[in-house]
């Protein structure tokens, strides 16, 4: 097999070849190693190469329905054991995991093989990727963008024809905002429905799932049928889906009653190009013969986002100090970072517990909105792929941070409330360009990000679908729907197709 046959199978069809002894495990590790070769120097999508381990992989026998497909995982939430999980920060660089995370475990067990970790922001904790342990992945459409975030790297790598699918986990949309960014599919799983463990019982309160960034429905499905299932001991416990997720998705999802809004929750401005890619996928529904009307839950965004960045906050102090307690300094941390968990360690437990409270009203809220319509429609990003460094702090800005970080008074006003006002600017600034995806997360519902539009200036920009609680394969249904009427499989950049 060359390459030009690799980029024209997904990995399902890959393991078929292998299975029918086309090519074997060993010619399709070759052909990723060269590919990412040729790829890192542009992407940085890669921030551990795992080549030894794949090889040790090789020397054993494989099964499982992936058997023999080149594979990467997020270097965050997914330990291997005998490597660090660094989360994308020096400070946790040399935290070595003692066990594989147990959806390694399952991806191992389908035949899968590991040959590094993609890079992300440090701590998971934002919509693009540029760790100063790793630099900035780049977007492979255009690489003064970037491909998003969290698993950004994992998007960058599977557009840029290293894998044809990768791992990735989604806390606040870190699947679905790089799947929209570089134009893929990507879903988040309902919460409990894909375990943590064992190293964590959960992530974010629950609020983050593991799951795939791939180019087509059918890989996603497939994988989803792989690491689908609880662990004993998980703190959630999804109801089994009753379905063989690969089988079901080939089913036509039937007339569908979809509610669509392109109006960011938070009252900030949603691009042009953003607003059409729903307009024009609500016209692509409607030809295909669902009742598509406007409608949104009704949620209030602001205090939505809100109640994510208090959680947000709490857990970037408790990683901090979790960092801390295996030997990393707080200097160790990026300053984003430092002053996130300054503010996280300065919200008392009850105002904390008053935010965990309101995921029941979302909850709730987005129930009753999908008693009346089976999916909602959003925009994935409120702006397409957003250049490198756009919306980050001035040097000024940073430098006054972390004068107040170091001499405690961000602590001190924090503790004396002094802050809420802050709080909500920062809700604000941080999630301008992705305010659709935490929805999802808050409620445990499922989400997908489907790419569907492509702007102006040639850059993806997916729409999102967030289904009721369970209901992947409504979801799965759909996006094969769309896939076929519209397909992307075959839209690579041009200069991994010109290889």
Known sequence: MDFKDYLQRDAVALAECVARGETTAVELLQIALRQSERAQPKTNAICLMMASQARAQLAKPLKGPFTGVPFLIKDAAQDYAGLPTSYGSKALSAVVAADHAHVVRRYLAAGLVIFGKTNLPELAL?????????????????????????????????????????????????????????????????????????????YWYGASSEGVISR?????????????????????????????????????????????????????????????????????????????????????????????????FGQVAAFVSYGRERGAKREDFELLTRVLATLGGA??????????????????????????????????????????????PSAAEQTLLDMLDRIGLLGLLGRAGLLDGAIDKIARDSLQYVPFTQLANLTGTPAMSVPLHWTQDGLPLGVQFIARLGDEARLLQLAHQLEQAQPWFEKLPAWVTQA
């Open 347 to 392: 919200i008392s437990a009850g105002a904390l517990t008053t935010q965990l409270l309101k995921w029941n009203a979302f909850a709730r809220a987005l129930a009753r909105f999908h008693a009346r319509y089976d999916l909602l429609l959003t925009p994935t990003l409120a702006h397409p792929p957003i250049r490198h460094g756009q919306g980050d």
């Open 126 to 202: 934002k919509g693009v990727s540029d760790s100063q342990a790793f630099g900035r992945a780049c977007n492979p459409w255009n690489v003064d963008h970037t491909p998003g975030g969290s698993s950004g790297g994992a998007a960058a790598a599977v557009a840029s024809g290293v894998v044809p699918m990768a791992a990735g986990n989604d806390g606040g949309g870190s699947i679905r905002i790089p799947a929209a960014c570089c134009g893929l599919f990507g879903l988040k799983p309902s919460r409990g429905l894909i375990s943590s463990g064992p190293a964590f019982g959960e």
């Open 216 to 312: 087509s429905v059918r890989d996603t499905a497939a994988a989803l049928d792989v690491i689908a299932g609880a662990e004993p001991g998980d703190p959630f416990l999804a109801a089994e889906p009753g379905v063989v997720f690969a089988q079901a998705m080939e089913r036509e999802p039937g007339r569908l009653r979809i509610g669509f809004t392109a109006a960011s929750p938070i009252g900030t401005e949603v691009h042009a190009e953003a607003k059409a890619a729903v307009e024009q996928a609500a016209k692509l529904l409607g030809s295909l013969g669902h009742e598509v009307e406007e409608a949104s839950p009704e949620i209030d965004g602001a205090e939505l986002a809100k109640s994510f960045l208090h959680i947000y």
